[in-house]
């Protein structure tokens, strides 16, 4: 199992320009979740995903879009991307919620200038 | 309203045992997660509480007080490679959700 995926690792946008992250897991998990990691900071709920074809936001939503067409993949859109979405993008899922832990990918940093 | 404290870095010796505390204050509590963080890497699993008690894993114990609001981490026999970012997270019984704190900075010394 490769787990989750994401892709790319690294970007670097303009201003008001926008991009999709990518998520993917083959654990056939049914609950997925977007974080963000400011420097120093926690991580913050963005989105997440209890099945295929059901989102709800998270802490952190603004600015942000996501769907969830198969139980494998689990997009994050930026729209008109700003300096303050400058951080590390976690995606995660996991089989369940309750006491199962989440299993997370290994990022995309994205810088926006 | 949701908090979670942890003390932002810790250093001890290799060999050595650490704890690392957490202190939350939720509007409803469903477990306690741990989880570590190597720099430039993604958060992994380590431990998780639902219980009072000690969860003993190996070189590692996690230990919560829910009427205390209250856990730590209990890493023993310390190693170069436990350097790492630690990080509490608060199951909210309410949103079912976790909430994450800003994560213990472990530096291990020779």
């Known amino acids: 199992n490769a787990g989750v995926t994401q892709t790319p690792k690294f970007r670097i946008l303009k201003i008001g320009q926008s991009m999709t992250l990518q998520c993917a897991q083959d654990?056939?998990?049914?609950?997925m979740y977007w974080y963000r990691q400011d420097p120093g900071m926690g991580l913050k709920l963005i989105y997440y995903s209890v099945g295929a074809g059901i989102t709800d936001k998270g802490e952190v939503p603004n600015g942000y879009n996501v769907s969830r067409s198969t139980t494998e993949d689990f997009p994050l859109r930026l729209e008109l991307a700003a300096p303050s979405q400058t951080s590390v993008y976690f995606c995660?899922?996991?089989?369940?919620?309750?006491?199962?832990?989440?299993?997370f990918g290994p990022g995309t940093r994205l810088t926006v200038t | 309203g949701q908090n979670i404290d942890q003390p932002t870095e810790m250093t001890a010796t290799e060999g050595a045992i650490v704890q690392i505390n957490c202190t939350y204050q939720t509007s409803g509590f469903n477990g306690l997660f741990w989880y570590q963080q190597h720099a430039g890497e993604a958060p992994t699993f380590l431990s998780y509480?639902?219980?009072?008690g000690l969860e003993e894993k190996g070189r590692f114990s996690s230990f919560l007080s829910r009427s205390k609001g209250y856990s730590y981490l209990l890493l023993k026999e310390l190693q170069m490679k436990d350097s790492a970012s630690y990080l509490c997270?608060?199951?909210?019984?309410?949103?079912?959700?976790?909430?994450f704190g800003t994560g213990t900075r472990l530096q291990v010394f020779p």
């Open positions: 995660a899922s996991s089989r369940r919620s309750g006491t199962y832990e989440q299993y």
């Open positions: 654990m056939n998990h049914n609950y």
């Open positions: 509480n639902v219980l009072d």
């Open positions: 997270a608060v199951r909210d019984e309410d949103t079912d959700k976790l909430i």
